[in-house]
């Protein structure tokens, strides 16, 4: 069965930084791409960066120059490299995987990241 665990989210002051991790397990496909997704209070869940199993990156516009999305070398993990955080960047943040088939699509519970000073 596979299962998405995120953590590191927390609160954290404007202009903070905040490190997130998920930890996939159960997986029997292979990963084509890696990703973060958030949703803000009252707000349609966003798409916020991606990174394909070659590591190429994509960003929203609105986080680019501030976020690093990684994988782990063994490509069970993935990361969110967060700086500069600002109020708007507030959100439940949910990572998910992907395979090469509709079937393989999964994603975790989410971590809460609050920016308020």
């Known amino acids: 069965q596979v299962e998405l665990v995120e953590s590191g989210g927390g609160l954290v002051q404007p202009g903070g930084s905040l490190r997130l991790s998920c930890s996939v397990s159960?997986?029997?496909?292979?990963?084509?791409?890696m990703g973060w997704h958030r949703q803000a209070p009252g707000k349609q869940r966003e798409w916020v960066a991606s990174i394909t199993s070659g590591r190429t990156a994509s960003y929203v516009n609105s986080v680019k120059g501030r976020f690093t999305i990684s994988r782990g070398s063994a490509k069970n993990t993935v990361y969110l490299e967060m700086n500069n955080l600002k109020s708007e960047d507030t959100a439940v943040y949910y990572c998910?995987?992907?395979?090469?088939?509709?079937?393989?699509?999964?994603w975790g519970p989410g971590t809460q990241v609050t920016v308020s000073s």
């Open positions: 159960g997986v029997t496909f292979s990963i084509n791409g």
């Open positions: 998910n995987i992907w395979g090469d088939s509709p079937a393989y699509d999964f």
